[in-house]
């Protein structure tokens, strides 16, 4: 049975980081993807963040040059290194995996966790 772990959510002041992990077992997603979503409060649609492939990372435009994606495939875990939180940043981030190449849209992942809470205070 596959399952993605994450860890690492809380509440931080805007401006303040965190660091999400994202731990996986039962398969290992050393050749797949292994992305970032979020789902703000009141929305339906997990928003990508971003995704990292044989070390190779992208990030969302609302994102990019505050968060980084990085991936340990010794210890089959992916991180989010989140810099200069935005209240607009406050969602529940969910882990996603997949075999193939590089998605951005949610509904291509096959493998989910359960979500972590980020809450960004002004």
């Known amino acids: 049975q596959v399952q993605l772990v994450e860890s690492g959510g809380g509440l931080v002041q805007a401006g303040g980081s965190l660091r999400l992990s994202c731990a996986a077992s039962?398969?290992?997603?050393?050749?797949?993807?292994m992305a970032w979503f979020r789902q703000a409060p009141g929305k339906e649609e997990r928003a990508f963040v971003a995704?990292?492939?044989?070390?190779?990372?992208i990030t969302s435009d609302s994102v990019r040059g505050r968060f980084t994606i990085s991936r340990d495939n010794a210890k089959n875990t992916v991180y989010l290194q989140m810099n200069s939180l935005k209240p607009e940043d406050t969602a529940v981030y969910y882990c996603?995996?997949?075999?193939?190449?590089?998605?951005?849209?949610?509904?291509?992942?096959?493998?989910w966790g359960q979500g972590t809470q980020v809450t960004v205070s002004s």
């Open positions: 039962g398969r290992t997603f050393s050749r797949g993807v």
């Open positions: 995704a990292t492939r044989f070390s190779v990372g």
């Open positions: 996603a995996g997949k075999d193939g190449g590089t998605a951005t849209v949610s509904q291509e992942y096959e493998y």
